[in-house]
């Protein structure tokens, strides 16, 4: 349930950084390859960035640099190593990794740190610096996939989180995408991604002309990129007083971490059509009052083109925000989402039933 991680170690002194990148070269030279260059630096009004990359094991999914931060009176040496297990297996641009690939490229990386370029320390000695939970769900079919993204599209996503736009030729304007869901937090700590995976690799450029882009037909990549800052916050969860990797790789804590994050965006109920929805409020034991503010929300979220929207007209009628998101944990004890599946749709398909992102996870 991981994409990719990145480690960092924080070096003492220009003498560590210099040692690090000799180290670098010199197992470069030794097997003839261009395994060390410069990093492309740049540079901003508050930081200068430079530094080596080392690509020696990246065709085991590990790659590393030694990078130099500096600014107005201050200069930071880092040594950067970054993980994606997955690629041990060639190029492998479908599947999520578990903790034991994870805990294979540990042992490889280790090895290689200490028997092959010389340096007495391993991963245990570098501290996590982000983490990729990611997921895969394979729908029935593309246009299922479709209807998914047009479903979460609607969710009442908090005002703190930023879309992702792209600029659009044909409207002289930047859009949100429209087969992808790409929005972070106003800090920058947490990103979410949940996109169409065969569309996405079909835009890749990099990708070579033979892959078979079938295998990702119906594929939704579900992920949640978390950042060192964030990551801090879960240290009293997973009962631990560091940035260690070892807690942070286990699997139980990116399933936390996914579940946490599609509630947050997309509720915990299911989507059905309206008819379906409005019964099983009906049939429930709430009073009528609940009952009558829940189908309201209902209509409001089907006819303002998602629960966002309805929320805000509701509180423009006089709702307090506090009995609107009372109205919203009702649906959630029910398990039926306020957005619901269009009647057309609903036809076409045969449906009248889609599980809620959260319950995709399992």
Same mark, same amino acid.
């Given at each position: 349930?991981? #994409? ?15 040692? /690090? ?27 200068? %960035? ?24 201050? %200069? ?15 190029? *492998? ?98 990103? /979410? ?10 835009? *890749? ?5 033979? @892959? ?9 990549? /579900?992920? %949640? ?12 969860? $997973?009962?631990?007083?560091? $940035? #260690? ?41 709430? #009073? ?22 309805? /929320? ?6 006089? @709702? ?41 996870? #399992?």
């Amino acid at each position: 349930m991981k #994409h990719t991680l990145s480690l960092s170690m924080k070096l003492s002194c220009w003498e560590q950084y210099k040692f /690090i990148i000799s180290r670098f070269y010199d197992y470069a030279r030794k097997h003839g390859h261009n395994y060390c260059f410069p990093l492309d630096g740049w540079e901003s009004k508050k930081m200068a %960035v430079e530094g080596e990359m080392f690509t020696a094991l990246t065709k085991y999914g590990i790659t590393m640099r030694a990078v130099t931060y500096s600014g107005a009176g201050y %200069v930071s040496y880092i040594w950067e190593i970054k993980i994606n297990p997955n690629s041990r297996y060639g190029i *492998d641009r479908i599947s999520v990794a578990d903790e034991n690939d994870v805990k294979v490229c540990f042992d490889m990386l280790d090895f290689f740190l200490q028997h092959k370029l010389g340096i007495p320390c391993d991963h245990g000695d570098f501290n996590i610096n982000r983490l990729d939970c990611a997921y895969n769900h394979f729908s029935e079919s593309t246009e299922i996939l479709g209807l998914y993204m047009s479903l979460m599209k609607k969710a009442n996503i908090p005002h703190d989180y930023e879309h992702f736009r792209e600029y659009n030729d044909f409207a002289h304007r930047t859009i949100k995408p429209k087969d992808a869901i790409y929005c972070c937090n106003s800090s920058r700590t947490v990103t /979410i991604n949940i996109y169409n995976k065969a569309l996405q690799l079909a835009k *890749d450029k990099y990708i070579d002309e033979n @892959y078979d882009l079938s295998q990702a037909n119906g594929l939704m990549r /579900i992920e %949640v990129q978390i950042s060192r800052q964030k990551l801090v916050g879960y240290q009293k969860l $997973l009962r631990v007083n560091s $940035l #260690h990797p070892e807690a942070y790789i286990k699997d139980c804590f990116s399933f936390y971490v996914l579940k946490y994050y599609m509630k947050e965006l997309f509720r915990t109920g299911d989507y059905y059509t309206f008819a379906v929805a409005k019964e099983k409020i009906s049939n429930s034991n709430f #009073h009528y009052p609940s009952k009558e503010m829940m189908v309201q929300m209902l209509e409001l979220t089907s006819t303002r083109n998602g629960l966002k929207n309805a /929320i805000k007209e509701m509180l423009a009628m006089g @709702y307090t925000q506090k009995s609107v998101f009372a109205t919203l944990e009702r649906f959630d004890s029910l398990h039926i989402n306020p957005v619901t599946i269009p009647i057309i749709k609903a036809r076409e398909h045969n449906i009248n039933f889609l599980p809620s992102p959260i319950n995709l996870l #399992h």
